[in-house]
């Protein structure tokens, strides 16, 4: 699914055209792409990390009411936040 994500694409793009002039210079490219790989590393592995624990706790029949309730919570917030604002 990460491929049909426009805004990564988005980003690196914007990314490259802020900090390479014309004629890029291979030593910042390679430090750029190794910055933006270590960084979607450090954050993909904190987001398999979160989800396999939400995992756990919502197979408990109380834990999956309450986190429902939670994002039903939330959501209906920002609604009447967007509705009002």
């Given at each position: 699914m990460?491929?049909?994500?426009?805004?990564?694409?988005?980003?690196?793009?914007?990314?490259?055209?802020?900090?390479?002039?014309?004629?890029?210079d291979?030593?910042?490219?390679?430090?750029?792409?190794?910055?933006?790989?270590?960084?979607?590393?450090?954050?993909?592995?904190?987001?398999?990390?979160?989800?396999?624990l939400?995992?756990?706790?919502?197979?408990?029949?109380?834990?999956?009411?309450?986190?429902?309730?939670?994002?039903?919570?939330?959501?209906?917030?920002?609604s009447?936040?967007?509705?009002?604002?």
């Amino acid at each position: 699914m990460l491929v049909l994500n426009s805004k990564a694409y988005a980003i690196i793009a914007a990314m490259f055209a802020q900090f390479l002039s014309s004629a890029p210079d291979m030593a910042l490219v390679l430090w750029i792409a190794t910055v933006f790989t270590l960084n979607n590393l450090v954050a993909f592995t904190c987001w398999t990390m979160a989800g396999e624990l939400t995992l756990r706790k919502v197979r408990e029949a109380r834990t999956a009411r309450l986190l429902n309730r939670g994002c039903a919570l939330v959501l209906a917030s920002v609604s009447l936040w967007m509705a009002l604002g």
